[in-house]
Every structure is written in structure tokens, then in C-alpha cells.
């Protein structure tokens, strides 16, 4: 059976958010079980609304309001950035792995930042475009 492939599935960066959040979530499955109610599930929580956060603003009609959740992702994408300098203080990971993390990351918030400013600068709908 075939199902639609909605226009966000289609964005490089959505398909990086999304491999980002598995990582994330395996990676996070190595911190303490102590952790579970705290870092662990914040950690997990902001990676997964990076690409949430694209996937629900592509429903949105005009390019102001998709642009304003390509900003959530951003901002959710910085916030797992504090998650990751707390993972490394409590040596949960490690500096080899928090580089090569922090490396996927900036990739992602970079092209999270062309897309936001393709979004506010373009005066038509973005669907399928980008």
C-alpha cells in the first residue's frame, strides 16, 4: 500500500532531525536510570521536537507561520545543546562523542536558519519547494 509523502518528509533537514532524534534516544539510553525522569527525558523530548516542530508548521498556510515553527525548531535545537553540556559535566558522554554530536547539530540549526529566512523572505507558499 502506498501512503502520501507530505511536503516536510521531503526537506534534508527534517530527514536530519529525524536521524538525530534516534541517536539522541540511543544515546540517551546510556546516561544513568536515574536520569530517567530528568535528563534523559528532556534530552530526548527536545531532540524529537526539532523535527516536530518543522512537520507541524508545514500545515501551517502562510510562510510567516510555517517560519515561526521553523523557529521552535531552532530554539529546540538550542535548548539540546544545554541538555548536551549537561550530559558531558556529568561525564554521561564523552568529549569524542559530544563533538561529533554538537557537529550533526550545528549542521541541522544551520539549515534550520536558511529555511527560516527562505520562509520570511518568500512571498509565496513554500509547499514542496524547499
Do not use: C, W
Not at 502520501?4 to 534534508?12: A, I, T
Not at 563533538?99 to 536558519?113: G, Q, V
Amino acid at each position: 500500500m502506498k501512503y502520501h509523502v507530505y511536503s516536510f518528509e521531503k526537506l534534508e533537514v527534517y530527514q536530519l532531525a529525524r536521524k538525530f532524534k534516534k541517536e539522541i534516544k540511543m544515546m540517551s539510553q546510556l546516561f544513568p536510570k536515574e536520569e530517567r525522569f530528568e535528563l534523559i527525558s528532556q534530552i530526548n523530548r527536545a531532540a524529537a521536537s526539532i523535527a516536530a516542530n518543522l512537520a507541524e508548521g508545514s500545515g501551517r498556510a502562510s510562510n510567516f507561520d510555517q517560519a515561526y515553527f521553523t523557529n521552535m525548531s531552532y530554539a529546540t535545537g538550542l535548548e539540546t545543546i544545554d541538555h548536551l553540556n549537561t550530559a558531558l559535566d556529568m561525564k554521561y558522554i564523552n568529549e569524542d562523542k559530544y563533538t561529533e554530536i554538537r557537529i550533526k547539530l550545528d549542521a541541522i540549526l544551520n539549515k534550520l536558519n536558511a529555511l527560516y529566512k527562505f520562509q520570511i523572505n518568500n512571498k509565496s507558499t513554500l509547499k514542496g519547494k524547499v
